[in-house]
C-alpha cells in the first residue's frame, strides 16, 4: 500500500518570502505520479502542480516549483514570493498511473501567510 | 463547462436516515472520483468509474454505501441508516478527457458537508 507522509501540519511565512513544504511518500513502484493541491478554507481543491515519475527534470508552475528526489521518495514544494492568496491546505498526493485511478493524499499543511 | 458540481452543498440528516449526493463531473470526462475528507485529513478513496463502470471500491466503503453512474456522467453516492461517523465533506473529481489530453490530473468539486445528528 501507499502511503503519502506530510509532517509539517502548520506553517507560516511573511509576504513575498520563500516557503518549502515537505511531503515524503513509500511505494515499491516504479511509474507514478505526484501531485500538489491548494485548499482555501471553505473553497474547492485545485491542483497546484504535478510531477511524472519517470521525468528527472522537477516540475514548475510560476512562483510553485518541486524538488522531486526519487530515490528519497522526497516531494518538496516550494512557493517562492509568496502572496496573501496562497494561504490555504496544501495536500501532497500519489498515483500509482493513470490505470490506477485513486490517489492517495497526505494530511495536509496548513499554510499561512502574514501580511 | 464550469467544472464539477455537486449538490447538496450540506446536508444535516438525523441518525439512521439515508442520503444521496449528486456529482456531475465535467461533461467530457470519463473517469469519476468519490472521496472523504474529515476534519484535519486529506481526502480518503472511496470509489471511481470509467464511464458506468466502477472499477474499485475502497474497503471504507462498507455495504451501507453505494455509488451508481448509471449513464456514464452525473453520479450518486447514497448512505443508508447513515450514523455519527459518517459526519465528513464527501469530495467528487473527474478526470481523462474522451478527446485526449492529460488523464491523471484530477478536478475536484466543492464537495458535499454531511453532518449526522
Known amino acids: 500500500a501507499q502511503t503519502v507522509t506530510q509532517s509539517q501540519p502548520e506553517m507560516s511565512v511573511q509576504e513575498a518570502e520563500t516557503v518549502t513544504l515537505s511531503c515524503t511518500y513509500d511505494t515499491s513502484e516504479n511509474n507514478y505520479y505526484l501531485f500538489w493541491y491548494k485548499q482555501p478554507p471553505s473553497r474547492q481543491m485545485i491542483l497546484v502542480i504535478r510531477q511524472e515519475a519517470y521525468k528527472q527534470q522537477n516540475a514548475t508552475e510560476n512562483r510553485f516549483s518541486v524538488n522531486f528526489q526519487k530515490a528519497a521518495k522526497s516531494f518538496s514544494l516550494k512557493i517562492s514570493d509568496s502572496q496573501l492568496g496562497d494561504t490555504a491546505m496544501y495536500f501532497c498526493a500519489f498515483m500509482i498511473d493513470t490505470n490506477a485511478g485513486k490517489s492517495t493524499f497526505g494530511d495536509g499543511t496548513t499554510l499561512t501567510v502574514k501580511p | 463547462d464550469t467544472g464539477v458540481s455537486q449538490d447538496p452543498r450540506h446536508k444535516i440528516t438525523k441518525r439512521g436516515q439515508n442520503v444521496t449526493f449528486r456529482c456531475d463531473p465535467i461533461?467530457?470526462?470519463?473517469?469519476l472520483y468519490w472521496y472523504r475528507q474529515t476534519l484535519g485529513q486529506g481526502p480518503e478513496f472511496l470509489t471511481y468509474?470509467?464511464?458506468?463502470?466502477?472499477?474499485?471500491k475502497s474497503r471504507l466503503l462498507s455495504d451501507r454505501f453505494s455509488a451508481e453512474r448509471p449513464k456514464g456522467s452525473f453520479s450518486t453516492l447514497e448512505i443508508q441508516r447513515t450514523e455519527q461517523g459518517d459526519s465528513a465533506m464527501y469530495l467528487c473529481?473527474?478526470?481523462?478527457?474522451?478527446?485526449?489530453?492529460?488523464?491523471?490530473?484530477?478536478?475536484f468539486g466543492p464537495g458535499t458537508r454531511l453532518t449526522v445528528l
Open positions: 461533461s467530457e470526462h470519463n473517469r
Open positions: 468509474f470509467q464511464n458506468e463502470a466502477q472499477l474499485e
Open positions: 473529481a473527474s478526470s481523462s478527457p474522451r478527446t485526449g489530453g492529460s488523464t491523471d490530473t484530477q478536478y
